[in-house]
């Protein structure tokens, strides 16, 4: 990851107030959702032959197994890659996922599908624990490839210097990483199945389109292990470790295998084609065993029908659904496709419903018509219950310790609900929550992983999943049924395969689940006693089954055309495929206890070490300063706890003016705890031209403090200190000297849903007050409040209106001018042609897709371009004085194009017309700007 992103935040305003020639631009006026550390741990070390360990000690067993799985993976890959990384590897351990998402390793917020990562600069390796030990040994394996990957390829390059690098596509890395540390599973089928049986399966050449997805994944495993199968794993190897012989990568591919890269495509496409479509004649398609009831093109997960088809309506179920770009529980009736959908609760805006973990956990509903689901709620997860018909939630409560919560399920009487958790030393077990007394009870104890409960209809018993039988170490499901008394625990299935997501039937005959015992997910069914069977011979993956009333049909969840479709599906007590459980040949369980006990290092202390995350020079241009060349750099700690900044810089114009024109400073920041803080000084001198182009001379040296405090991911306040001798002298004889204090406030929301331009959807507003006193004559030198409030109403899929008002005003000795025009605020009007020290902004765009992509016709191959999208705007806003009256609007609209090149790099095209609202004044004015829309 590019550790530039480290300026940001706490970063940017320290750099930005400090050397800033006026409060103008020492405001940002920020938005942008937080990274929010609820917990200040307690950091230890254990360190191996290979791997050092940093945990936090209620994870201590989770850290021993960590080491001993690092250490095995370590040596098989030294084997693999016929190499030795030259350095202790850092491995950061948090152990739930909650945890992981506050790791100041990454300036990034991580959302829940990033399961770990591998930080480039320092080689640290950071990963959760989910609850899973053969899910944890595996992402250990993965992020250690990369690891081995990036030692090489570090080795290659400083032996081998030449003035451009290949760098390896993503198919490859992240592709060779999963074929050595996992093997070919279900997930991998479904999504490799369903293209080429789509044909939608790509060509090598094409693999980067699905760069930034799942699918890359399982694409590039897929075609790793044809290569490794086919012309042998070593061949893997040497696309690393001769990779500065070629200077493409489809190049080296050719070299190594002997085979055109194009050859080498068809090759694997034809052998899925081989593997897959024989499937077609033994199979029912999802459509045809069932009917579609909420869209396939799109994430619709874990349907729970209404026990009472009389409830809500008569005929309804709840799901989860990404559908609008945000996560929300839906209700709709399940008589017909897509009928009478209704958005029951909102997820990610507010910080009570942050996340649902739509992926991860199920939602239920009671027999009163009561919804039960999990949340993330600030720190961790809370057990909700929601009245539908009111609206209204009826419980919201953290169970215990508890960090993570999952697949809630009540009781037939309503009075119960039993829910898997996840504690912080990473266990997860199955627990008990009553309504009425709040009391908890933990019905299972052990390292094992626990899932989905499901209540029988006379309470006495629960059916979950779990990996405690013999092959779990391999990563396999089995369900089980636990006597809610007595404790005792008894197989309901045995295999070396995952069987998961139980629910019971509303007669206690069976318990319908999802397996992969068939290499694809599939639907099944079981009774009490172990005898079951298979409902259909599905042709795509099928899971979350849930029962209707009268237990005549299931819902369930289908993954086609790489989507998630809610499905309907009739079934009888007739099956296929069936088997029985010989209760008399189930073997023992596994013990995870044998992996803690081959580690036996003794903990020490976290001792900060640092490095260097960045140093980079060049040339700053700024509109209100002279041209400057400087250098900047950024020291952090292992843990990324603890950040030195230091800039230094000139603007003399002249040999004489080097050392008074020197510029200069340094920043603590410490990103530890809740409460982000940063303290430092600085020194400036340098010409800078105001708002209306002004001329003066500016000194200012002193010392800042800064913090930052967020209350939920989406809302924070931030705020800044400064005392500073200044020094100030205009073209025009004023001048002003003295030591001066600037404080701001500022109070930020922001929960905007963004694309690939700019924000779609949610809201944001900034507001912010400041204030600047000269102590030589103890007059107020500048007071400013500025709102920013913007809005983004959802039309359509892909289309979006987008409003936005601001408001700036400034007064005092040195008032504060703000400068209107350019693409950026009151478009048709020249750059910052427009100026005062009161403002008003409002705007209005209606944003629309015009083409997906752009493939031109040129010689020899096509050339493909992102899409483009289209806008429709008007702006209205002036700037003025305080002894001018309030000025008439000055007013534009027009029409836009906007393409984006990735990241930040957004290349805007606007055509405007002026207007007083009057008349429109003729003639298009035409503006460039590259960047993200408001």
Request: aromatic share 14%; proline share 4%.
């Amino acid at each position: 990851m590019k550790k530039i992103k480290l300026l940001a935040g706490l970063l940017a305003i320290a750099s930005a107030v400090a050397f800033a020639p006026s409060l103008s631009n020492a405001q940002s006026f920020a938005f942008g959702k937080n990274k929010v550390h609820y917990n200040s741990f307690q950091w230890l070390t254990l360190r191996g032959d290979h791997v050092e360990i940093f945990y936090y000690p209620e994870e201590e067993p989770l850290a021993r197994a960590a080491l001993s799985l690092a250490e095995d993976s370590y040596q098989d890959l030294k084997g693999k890659f016929q190499h030795e990384v030259s350095h202790s590897i850092p491995l950061i351990v948090y152990s739930s996922h909650q945890h992981f998402e506050q790791t100041n390793v990454s300036p990034y917020s991580l959302p829940e599908g990033v399961q770990g990562f591998t930080e480039f600069s320092k080689g640290r390796v950071v990963l959760p624990y989910t609850g899973s030990f053969a899910e944890f040994r595996h992402v250990i394996h993965h992020e250690l490839v990369h690891v081995f990957q990036l030692s090489i390829l570090e080795e290659v390059y400083k032996k081998h210097r030449k003035a451009s690098y290949v760098v390896p596509p993503l198919w490859f890395s992240e592709g060779l990483a999963e074929y050595w540390s996992t093997k070919w599973d279900s997930q991998g089928t479904m999504v490799v199945s369903d293209m080429v049986l789509e044909d939608r399966l790509p060509a090598i050449q094409d693999l980067w389109r699905y760069n930034g997805t799942f699918a890359v994944y399982k694409l590039g495993q897929s075609l790793c292990q044809y290569i490794g199968e086919t012309y042998g794993d070593d061949v893997l190897r040497r696309l690393y470790t001769e990779i500065y012989k070629d200077d493409r990568f489809e190049k080296l591919l050719q070299r190594v295998t002997g085979v055109p890269t194009r050859r080498l495509s068809d090759d694997w496409v034809y052998r899925l084609k081989r593997q897959y479509f024989p499937e077609v004649k033994d199979r029912m398609t999802l459509a045809l065993a069932g009917e579609e009831l909420a869209g396939s093109q799109g994430v619709n997960l874990k349907p729970v029908a209404v026990p009472d088809s009389t409830l809500l309506g008569g005929c309804r179920y709840f799901f989860i659904s990404a559908r609008s770009g945000y996560t929300n529980i839906y209700s709709a009736s399940w008589r017909g496709r897509e009928q009478d959908v209704r958005s029951v609760v909102r997820g990610q805006r507010a910080a009570q419903f942050e996340s649902f973990h739509p992926f991860q956990s199920r939602i239920d509903v009671s027999s009163k018509g009561e919804l039960a689901f999990v949340s993330k709620w600030n720190e961790r997860d809370a057990l909700f219950i929601y009245d539908v018909t009111g609206k209204k939630v009826l419980l919201r409560e953290y169970l215990d310790d508890l960090i993570a919560l999952s697949s809630p399920a009540w009781n037939r009487e309503g009075t119960k609900i039993a829910v898997a958790g996840l504690k912080p030393s990473g266990q997860m077990d199955i627990y008990v929550f009553d309504r009425a007394t709040k009391e908890l009870t933990r019905l299972t104890n052990d390292f094992y992983t626990d899932l989905d409960p499901t209540w029988s209809p006379d309470g006495k018993q629960i059916a979950f999943s779990s990996d405690r039988t013999r092959f779990g170490s391999d990563g396999h499901q089995n369900l089980f049924l636990i006597d809610t008394e007595t404790l005792a625990i008894r197989y309901l299935t045995c295999g070396a395969w995952s069987d998961q997501t139980p629910t019971w039937s509303p007669d206690g005959s069976r318990i319908a689940f999802a397996s992969d015992r068939s290499g694809s997910l599939d639907l099944y069914s079981v009774t009490p006693n172990g005898d079951g069977g298979r409902f259909k011979r599905l042709l795509g993956a099928a899971m979350d089954p849930s029962w209707l009333p009268g237990g005549k049909g299931i819902l369930f969840t289908g993954y086609r055309r790489g989507g998630f479709a809610v499905y309907e599906m009739p079934v009888s007590e007739q099956v296929v495929d069936s088997f029985s459980l010989q209760t008399v040949d189930v073997p023992s369980t596994w013990r995870w206890e044998d992996t803690l006990a081959r580690s036996t290092q003794h903990p020490l202390p976290y001792e900060p070490r640092y490095g260097l995350d960045l140093v980079q020079g060049g040339i700053a241009v700024e509109p209100t300063e002279n041209i400057g060349e400087g250098l900047q750099g950024a020291v952090s700690d292992l843990l990324g706890n603890h950040l030195f900044y230091f800039q230094v810089g000139n603007t003399a114009q002249s040999t004489s003016d080097i050392l008074s024109r020197m510029n200069g400073g340094a920043w603590y920041i410490n990103l530890q705890h809740r409460w982000n803080y940063g303290v430092g000084a600085f020194h400036t001198a340098g010409d800078y031209q105001d708002a209306i182009g002004a001329q003066y001379f500016e000194r200012k040296a002193g010392a800042s403090i800064l913090a930052s405090y967020p209350f939920s991911r989406f809302s924070r306040i931030e705020g800044t200190a400064q005392g500073y001798y200044d020094e100030k002298v205009r073209d025009f004889g004023t001048s002003r000297r003295g030591f001066l204090t600037t404080h701001s406030l500022s109070l930020v929301r922001d929960n905007a849903l963004w694309f690939a331009t700019g924000p779609r959807d949610g809201a944001r507003y900034n507001l912010t007050g400041a204030l600047t006193t000269n102590w030589n004559n103890g007059r107020t030198e500048n007071v400013m409040v500025s709102a920013d409030l913007r809005r983004y109403l959802r039309m359509s899929q892909w289309t979006t209106i987008a409003l936005r008002l601001q408001s700036r005003v400034s007064s005092g000795a040195d008032p504060q001018r703000f400068a209107l025009g350019g693409s950026y605020s009151l478009r048709g009007y020249g750059r910052r042609s427009i100026y005062g020290t009161r403002m008003y902004l409002v705007n209005a765009e209606y944003r629309f897709p015009l083409f997906d992509r752009l493939v031109l016709g040129v010689p020899l191959q096509s050339l493909e371009l992102p899409g483009i999208e289209g806008a429709v705007f008007a702006d209205a806003g002036n700037a003025w004085e305080k002894f001018e009256k309030f000025p008439r609007p000055k007013g534009s609209f027009g029409l836009g194009l906007r393409m984006s090149l990735g990241g930040y790099f957004v290349l805007r095209y606007d055509l405007a017309r002026q207007t007083d609202f009057q008349r429109v004044k003729p003639g298009w004015e035409r503006e460039f700007y590259v960047g993200f829309d408001y």
